[in-house]
C-alpha cells in the first residue's frame, strides 16, 4: 500500500487549532519569515477587526498574505482569525484570503504516475465518522496510489493526523 499523508490546515474550522499546534504550524510554513517590523503594516488592519467592521478584499489579501509569510505575531494571527469567526467572516475577506494564498504557495511536486486525492469533510459539525481515512487504506489495498490529507480534531473525536498519528503512521 502506498499513501502519502500530508499534515494540512486547510478547513475554516483550522482556527480552532490549539496554540501549540498553530505555532509548530506556523514554525514549518515553508519560505516564512519572523520580520516584526512589517506589522505596522497590518495594525490598521487589525484594528478594523477588533471593531467588528469588515475588511476589503485588498485588505484580507494583505493580511493573510503577512500570515503565510509569518510576519504576525501569534497573539495577532489568534486575535483577527477570532475576531472574523465572532462576526462571521464576508465573501470579499475569503476572496482575499484565497488569492493571497494562490500567490504565495509554494509549488508541491507533482508524482509522474496517477494517483488520487482523498479529503474528509473535517469540522462539518454533521456527528459524522472519519471514513475518509479508512477509504484511504481500502482503495490503497486495492493498488491505488493516494494522497491522503486532513487536520487534527476540532469538532469530533479523531481527525485524519489523531487517527494515522494513533497507529504510528
Not at 514549518?28 to 476589503?56: D, F, M, V
Not at 511536486?109 to 462539518?124: C, E, H, N, Q, S
Not at 477509504?135 to 490503497?140: H, N
Request: proline fraction near 5%; hydrophobic fraction near 40%; aromatic fraction near 6%.
Amino acid at each position: 500500500m502506498q499513501i502519502a499523508f500530508v499534515d494540512s490546515s486547510s478547513h475554516p474550522e483550522s482556527i480552532l487549532t490549539t496554540g501549540r499546534a498553530l505555532a509548530c504550524w506556523n514554525k514549518h510554513w515553508p519560505g516564512r519569515s519572523r520580520n516584526w517590523n512589517r506589522l505596522t503594516r497590518c495594525k490598521p488592519i487589525l484594528e478594523k477587526l477588533y471593531q467588528a467592521q469588515t475588511l476589503s478584499q485588498q485588505e484580507s489579501h494583505q493580511l493573510f498574505s503577512a500570515v503565510v509569510r509569518g510576519e504576525l505575531k501569534p497573539e495577532q494571527l489568534a486575535a483577527a482569525l477570532v475576531s472574523m469567526k465572532i462576526r462571521g467572516e464576508h465573501p470579499n475577506e475569503i476572496a482575499g484570503a484565497a488569492t493571497a494564498l494562490l500567490e504565495n504557495a509554494a509549488p508541491f511536486p507533482r508524482p509522474d504516475y496517477l494517483f488520487a486525492d482523498i479529503v474528509g469533510t473535517g469540522g462539518d459539525g454533521s456527528n459524522s465518522i472519519n471514513i475518509s481515512t479508512a477509504s484511504a487504506f481500502v482503495a490503497a489495498a486495492c493498488g491505488l496510489k493516494v494522497a491522503k490529507h486532513g487536520n487534527r480534531s476540532v469538532s469530533s473525536k479523531s481527525g485524519s493526523s489523531d487517527l494515522l498519528g494513533g497507529i504510528r503512521y
